[in-house]
T-cell receptor, first 109, second 114 residues
């Protein structure tokens, strides 16, 4: 199946730093979704984006749906230790969802 | 709580055996998706059902099968299990809202084949 290009693959940051990750695709998507997954748990939806150019925030998280509809980014401001996890992007077209390979985030206290 | 319920949460079984994983989608969601996630791997799409009918197939082995019942719950059957089938299996359901589509995941069924 199609995979989205998600970068970076992993990040090690100090507590309090801002984080940025992004997903790109060669295909156009109608919806972009961002999830966080902790070990042994299911992905939890963080932010859903439905329109090109849309910028949406959820607390310290901000995500944007790229104008070309082929990319999206997620920013986390002022990171804290509980932000640790794997962040996945997902793009939706038709009735299918395609997932990025994940960004593993480690926050050093 | 996403509203998607999966059972069992953990399962240990021997090679060659068969297991069934169960999923109840969010209330009102007609679509159910199954994904496999091996250690340190991304989400591999297996199969999708919509209102009881198979809608799309991904990287699902012939030893695996699924179905969605009239009450919309779904089961994933894994047979002739091999060591390499050990993984987290996720069910997800999707809703088409006013704005667009969103997919919600269950907490997963952790399968260990020994």
């Amino acid at each position: 199946g199609q995979q989205l290009n998600q970068s970076p693959q992993s990040m090690f940051i100090q507590e309090g730093e801002d984080v940025s990750m992004n997903c790109t695709s060669s295909s156009i998507f109608n919806t972009w979704l961002w999830y966080k997954q902790e070990p042994g748990e299911g992905p939890v939806l963080l932010i859903a984006l439905y329109k090109a150019g849309e910028l949406t925030s959820n607390g310290r998280l901000t995500a944007q749906f790229g104008i070309t509809r082929k990319d999206s980014f997620l920013n986390i401001s002022a990171s804290i230790p509980s932000d640790v996890g794997i962040y996945f992007c997902a793009g939706q077209t038709g009735n299918q969802f395609y997932f990025g390979t994940g960004t593993s985030l480690t926050v050093i206290p | 709580d996403s509203g998607v319920t999966q059972t069992p949460k953990h399962l240990i079984t021997a090679t060659g055996q068969r297991v069934t994983l169960r999923c109840s989608p969010r209330s009102g969601d007609l679509s159910v998706y199954w994904y496999q996630q091996s250690l340190d791997q991304g989400l591999q799409f297996l199969i999708q059902y919509y209102n009881g009918e198979e809608r799309a197939k991904g990287n699902i082995l012939e030893r695996f099968s699924a179905q969605q019942f009239p009450d919309l719950h779904s089961e994933l059957n894994l047979s002739s299990l091999e060591l390499g089938d050990s993984a987290l299996y996720f069910c997800a359901s999707s809703v088409v809202g006013i704005s667009g589509n969103t997919i919600y995941f269950g907490e997963g069924s952790w399968l260990t084949v020994v």
